[in-house]
């Protein structure tokens, strides 16, 4: 008799497969689960990370889980969440082994389940080689951390040409790299604006950054500032990023369903009608407070400060 698991497992991919989900549409969240199918949170967790493993359906921040853009075709039998593909032997996968295949499934993993589920061990089973293996390609977990920042930075090349002005090169480099935030929620989380891993791909963004400053006639100090101020914005907005998806992640629940969950709980913190404003904004018909709608004003917001800056520079101003 299969696990409870493997029978929601069996059921929504069937759903997939018929066409009754399609690509992008959003599968039944953990507590829908636990609702539908009477079984407890771990089981629903379970079932849909066997169903993300299997490449049926991939989680999105602030969306939930939702079927897959190519979904690979209907398999035999049930889904386990360890399944991979047969080698012939394990020295055949270790001659396999590269550096870059490492980091690949590295981050895989950690787009996936979170930087802290990237082990050696775990990469290990995941490669089926030996751990000892590894580190003859990758000599720590900080420098596989190391590797996986320069890849992600190195993802996306830099805007070249250039587009017209300051402001649109400012907020194409911020945009690009909320876009890289936005595929790698850990990303945010191993920067560091006083203490910087040197990695090459990511220098060549504060490089390109400070160019645009330096060229309006500021000096190095300050355009290395504008550089940092416009990291560390991304580093605030995009730590959002990482602890929702490990929030989803822990309880089942997109951060609408927990909000819907806290009514209750606001209605006893704002007894006698303590918080006006709060109260009547969520009373506002069709309003999310989106990440993405954050990051657009905080850009907005920061580079109408610096335009007053180079306005007044060109007036001679100190």
Do not use: C
Request: zero cysteines; a negative charge.
């Amino acid at each position: 008799m299969n696990a409870p698991y493997q029978r929601i497992v069996d059921e929504i991919r069937g759903r997939i497969v018929a066409g009754r989900l399609r690509p992008g549409e959003r599968v039944p969240s953990a507590r829908q689960i636990t609702q539908d199918w009477g079984v407890a949170i771990a089981t629903a967790t379970k079932a849909l990370a066997a169903l993300q493993a299997a490449g049926l359906v991939r989680a999105v921040v602030g969306v939930g889980t939702v079927v897959a853009e190519s979904p690979p075709p209907a398999l035999e039998g049930p889904l386990r969440t360890n399944a991979r593909p047969a080698r012939s032997s394990g020295r055949e996968a270790e001659a396999e082994l590269t550096q870059d295949r490492i980091v690949r499934t590295a981050i895989g993993i950690a787009d996936t389940e979170g930087l802290p589920a990237v082990t050696m061990r775990r990469l290990a089973t995941e490669l089926d080689v030996a751990v000892m293996s590894l580190y003859r390609h990758v000599p720590s977990k900080d420098d596989l951390v190391f590797l996986m920042a320069d890849w992600i930075f190195g993802e996306a090349e830099l805007p070249d040409p250039r587009p017209e002005g300051w402001r649109a090169q400012l907020e194409s480099i911020t945009r690009l790299q909320w876009a890289l935030a936005r595929r790698h929620p850990w990303m945010p989380s191993v920067m560091s604006l006083t203490r910087p891993m040197m990695v090459p791909n990511g220098m060549a963004h504060t490089e390109w950054t400070m160019r645009v400053v330096r060229e309006l006639g500021f000096d190095l100090p300050t355009s290395l500032h504008i550089g940092v101020v416009l990291a560390g914005f991304l580093i605030g907005i995009g730590s959002s990023l990482h602890m929702e998806a490990e929030a989803e992640r822990e309880t089942g629940l997109t951060s609408d369903e927990w909000m819907q969950a806290q009514d209750e709980a606001f209605a006893q913190v704002n007894e006698n009608g303590r918080f006006p404003l709060l109260e009547a904004v969520g009373e506002v018909p069709s309003f999310d407070l989106r990440l993405d709608d954050m990051f657009e004003l905080g850009l907005k917001l920061i580079l109408d400060g610096f335009e007053a800056m180079v306005a007044a520079r060109a007036e001679g101003a100190d």
